[in-house]
Nanobody, 120 residues
Framework: VQLVESGGGLVQPGGSLRLSCAASGSIFSIYGMAWYRQAPGKQRELVAAITSDDNTNYADSVKGRFTISRDNAKNTVYLQMNSLKPEDTADYYC???????????????WGQGTQVTVSS
């Protein structure tokens, strides 16, 4: 099982980006999915999470600006980021709790990260 993120890049303050994270491999079922971020010199923090039945929660710093969603048919989670601020600059990682059909085990998996830079 692997998670692959895409969609990061450089954007000006006030701009938008959409991150995607696709899961592939011997997947039987995907439970909760989430996005985390880690800025230089800081701890990794939860940005947004979504359950298998589409309940969501957000960090206070991104509420009203970011939207998490998922497409279960594509095993993909998205993060729509609007009104971006310089303080949103970080490496963004997706996370998913996956039941591996080959191993028969459920555990969290992480993507490799995608960089988001908000700067003029």
């Amino acid at each position: 099982v692997q998670l692959v993120e895409s969609g990061g890049g450089l954007v000006q303050p006030g701009g938008s980006l959409r991150l995607s994270c696709a899961a592939s491999g011997s997947i039987f079922s995907i439970y909760g999915m989430a996005w985390y971020r880690q800025a230089p010199g800081k701890q990794r923090e939860l940005v947004a999470a979504i359950t298998s039945d589409d309940n969501t929660n957000y960090a206070d710093s991104v509420k009203g600006r970011f939207t998490i969603s998922r497409d279960n048919a594509k095993n993909t989670v998205y993060l729509q980021m609007n009104s971006l601020k310089p303080e949103d600059t970080a490496d963004y990682y997706c996370n998913a709790d996956i039941l591996d059909s080959g191993l028969g085990t459920k555990r969290p998996y992480w993507g490799q990260g995608t960089q988001v830079t908000v700067s003029s």
